[in-house]
């Protein structure tokens, strides 16, 4: 960078010129605005790149909504997950770079992703969030990248979000609300073996009192062989919402043997 000073004389700033107010110290930087308002702490954040998110990452910050209106998608910076006071976070039409660290949002409860991307160009992301009890995925790409610890988990949403693996459901075994729903149109992109079957569902969701499935889903779960009654119990299920396609003995082989598994049950909507 250039610049003339007032005798006329160029002076030329280096680009690895340190900059040192971008790197002071956190205990510092927490002196500094820790009796700002967020509306004050706003404004400083232009003074400095790493200041950028800065408001966000204060102490206190509980309810976090990163909503980015652009049409490309915008990646997060690393200092957005570095926040412990994090109760509720919703992020919008972003690219998701997660670092590698053995818990994120120590007191995050609720996770809402909507167009979000999680990169597969690099090692698979890992989440372990131990007081998360609500996760939702709205037009997620890239969910066979992330690997989620939430051993609270009690309400898990999957809309429109591609790419699910088996595997991807083995830690959540508390849940109690599951609700997934994916096109018949994308249902084709899964290779046989790859979706979680009615059998696995059952065994991983022993505590489940609400279930809603789209009919691609039910489709998918059904690549197994259905017995009349799955030998899991779902004892604690009382609410069921099905999209069906009745032509297809395999769904409802599959929603009959539901029924039979689960004793509790209440109620049964199907469309």
Not at 115 to 136: C, E, G, K
């Amino acid at each position: 960078m250039m610049n003339m000073n007032h005798c006329d004389r160029e002076v030329i700033v280096e680009e690895k010129e340190i900059d040192k107010i971008s790197n002071l110290p956190k205990d510092i930087f927490n002196e500094i605005f820790k009796d700002m308002s967020i509306r004050e702490l706003t404004k400083m954040c232009v003074l400095s790149k790493k200041w950028k998110y800065f408001s966000a990452m204060m102490k206190n910050v509980k309810e976090l909504t990163l909503n980015n209106y652009n049409h490309n998608p915008y990646t997060l910076p690393f200092d957005i997950f570095s926040c412990s006071t994090l109760k509720y976070l919703d992020v919008i039409n972003c690219i998701v770079n997660l670092p590698y660290s053995t818990t994120l949002f120590p007191n995050l409860h609720e996770l809402n992703l909507e167009f979000i991307t999680f990169n597969p160009t690099i090692a698979n992301h890992v989440l372990n969030i131990p007081l998360l009890s609500t996760l939702t995925f709205t037009f997620c790409d890239g969910l066979h990248f992330l690997n989620i610890f939430p051993p609270k988990i009690e309400f898990l949403t999957i809309h429109e979000s591609h790419e699910i693996r088996a595997d991807f459901f083995d830690n959540f075994s508390d849940i109690r609300v599951l609700c997934m729903v994916i096109f018949l149109e994308e249902s084709g992109n899964y290779e046989q073996g790859r979706f979680i079957t009615w059998s696995r569902l059952l065994c991983l969701g022993p505590n489940l009192t609400r279930l809603a499935l789209s009919n691609a889903c039910i489709r998918l779960l059904g690549a197994e062989i259905i017995p009349k009654s799955f030998p899991s119990k779902l004892h604690h299920l009382e609410h069921v919402k099905l999209r069906v396609e009745i032509g297809d003995l395999n769904q409802v082989s599959g929603v009959f043997s539901l029924i039979g598994s689960s004793p509790s049950l209440l109620s049964l909507e199907m469309d």
